[in-house]
């Protein structure tokens, strides 16, 4: 029997993305030194989470993510706070998962769905199909090929003697094909693709590509749309390589590595950012719209704006928007969150 080989190409991008993402990866694992504390790797466990739920159609917010993984009670949609109870216990799993079994596989569905559907931890039965805006995008296989196909993706993972990083891809694009539970595939999916990252190299078991996904989920199901038109993955590994890649730069860039309640968090916060929470501070925390912000520190280049003020405050978790799901919401405003107002108190012992 022909041994399985998913079809895709690998392209001189593909190989520029690798050797890009391996540099940036070399210099995320650097800069974080001693820094990686289990404070710092909760926070990004919890970004992903959040960002991973809402490719889902889950409403709750990064506070209330947070409120719930600290154990609060938060007020919201009974089944949107089982997804991320569940998302928090699949994630405890990944240490001692192999990427390559099955039974690991099915047992993490079993925890990521657990009372959200009744089919956990097995493989669908019956055909499915996957619809948008009430659109036929996709027929996975019968169900009666599932466990095959299953069996023979997971070998390849074991043995496909290409790089991690492509490896990951492709099976992310291909179980998504097989589409081979009755729910809870998109995260399925991306949770998998983490996994095996994370055997490669483990500060990738906390990067949040979720959140890059998340804000550019068009071009991501239009990657596994034309993946499908195809029937070869090259594309989809592609725009994986480019989250990757860019989740990494902004990891960098915003120094998310930091803890944010250390005193080093405290004083790398770049000059722009701190003039950011100390102007909210100043107008007593009063959400405000960013055109005005912008007025109060003096600036009229709005993307220079939400490069170097807006998008790291945010990313460290030292904003909030009024509108998280909707960022782009014409009503949207920004305050400090709970920790920007510890930040503000940290520095104002300083």
Not at 192 to 197: E, F, K, P, V, Y
Not at 222 to 240: H, N, P
Request: charged share 20%.
């Amino acid at each position: 029997m022909a041994k399985y080989q998913p079809p895709y190409t690998i392209t001189p991008g593909i190989l520029d993305a690798v050797a890009n993402i391996s540099e940036l990866l070399g210099r995320y694992s650097a800069s974080a030194g001693e820094s990686v504390t289990p404070r710092l790797r909760r926070g990004n466990r919890i970004r992903t989470v959040q960002a991973s739920l809402a490719i889902e159609h889950n409403t709750l917010n990064l506070e209330q993510v947070t409120a719930i993984f600290e154990g609060k009670r938060i007020l919201g949609q009974p089944r949107e706070i089982q997804e991320v109870q569940n998302a928090f216990a699949a994630y405890d799993l990944l240490p001692t998962l192999n990427p390559a079994s099955a039974d690991d596989m099915l047992s993490v569905h079993s925890a990521l769905m657990k009372g959200l559907t009744d089919q956990t931890g097995c493989w669908r039965d019956s055909g499915v199909g996957i619809y948008r805006d009430d659109r036929l995008v996709h027929m996975p296989p019968p169900a009666s090929q599932v466990p095959r196909l299953m069996s023979d993706l997971l070998s390849w993972v074991q043995d496909a003697g290409v790089h991690p990083l492509i490896v990951s891809s492709v099976f992310h694009y291909e179980f998504e094909f097989i589409h081979p539970f009755t729910d809870g595939n998109g995260r399925m999916g991306r949770f998998w693709q983490t996994l095996i990252l994370s055997r490669w190299r483990e500060p990738l078991a906390y990067l949040p590509v979720e959140t890059i996904i998340r804000d550019q989920q068009a071009a991501y199901y239009q990657a596994l749309g034309e993946a499908d038109k195809t029937s070869d993955a090259t594309v989809f590994i592609s725009f994986m390589l480019q989250a990757i890649e860019q989740a990494l730069q902004e990891a960098l860039n915003t120094e998310t590595l930091l803890p944010v309640e250390s005193d080093q968090a405290y004083d790398q916060a770049s000059d722009q950012v701190s003039r950011l929470l100390m102007t909210l501070h100043h107008s007593l925390n009063a959400p405000m719209p960013a055109p005005v912000i912008m007025e109060k520190l003096g600036l009229k280049h709005r993307t220079s704006f939400r490069k170097n003020y807006l998008k790291p405050a945010l990313e460290a978790g030292w904003m909030q928007m009024t509108h998280p799901d909707s960022p782009n919401n014409p009503r949207q405003r920004y305050r400090l969150s709970a920790e920007g107002l510890k930040w503000i108190e940290r520095k104002s012992k300083k």
